[in-house]
């Protein structure tokens, strides 16, 4: 059985929202991570995975997101302790508030970076940039129409 993570690929004027994680995390902790989390079991629901990713959107960083969220990519990792994660990335757009480090025990700092300052970091992980790149496109998609 996974355990379900999401994260939200927010773009804006050309920039990545982008945390650092806090090194009290138990995964990445002091990485650059996009922001996000686990979704909790709700029994029957109906858009758990956008309320999740709002929720933690929220949380983490204290920004509200417009409904349109767009599939991005998905992956799979292991955790530690041995727990298996399957993690959905969803671009999406601010619709109120600017981030900041809300959540001190989750967020060291957050960003707004290029997708060249990103691939260029040395605390950003692969797993990051390639959501980024995975986001390029989508996002390249997006201002085409």
């Known amino acids: 059985m996974f355990v379900l993570n ?3 690929a927010v773009y804006r004027e050309g920039k990545w929202l982008v945390i650092e994680r806090s090194t009290k995390e138990e995964h990445a902790g002091g990485l ?6 686990t979704v909790e079991n709700e029994g029957f629901s109906k858009d758990l995975l956008e309320r999740t990713l709002k929720r933690e959107l929220f ?3 204290g920004i509200t997101i417009k409904d349109d969220v767009k599939y ?6 292991i955790l530690p302790d041995g727990r298996e994660v399957l993690d ?3 671009y999406c757009e601010i619709a109120a508030g ?3 480090p809300k959540s001190k025990d989750e967020v060291e700092a957050v960003y707004w970076m290029t997708a060249a300052e990103i691939f260029a970091h040395p605390k950003a992980p692969i797993w ?3 959501s980024i790149e995975e986001g390029e496109i989508q996002n390249s998609k997006i201002e085409i129409k």
Do not use: I
């Open 6 to 8: 999401v994260e939200g």
């Open 32 to 37: 650059l991570s996009l922001v996000g989390g």
């Open 72 to 77: 991005v990519r998905n992956t799979s990792f």
């Open 59 to 61: 949380e983490e960083v």
């Open 88 to 90: 959905l990335v969803f």
């Open 98 to 100: 600017e981030p900041y």
């Open 128 to 130: 990051l940039k390639e």
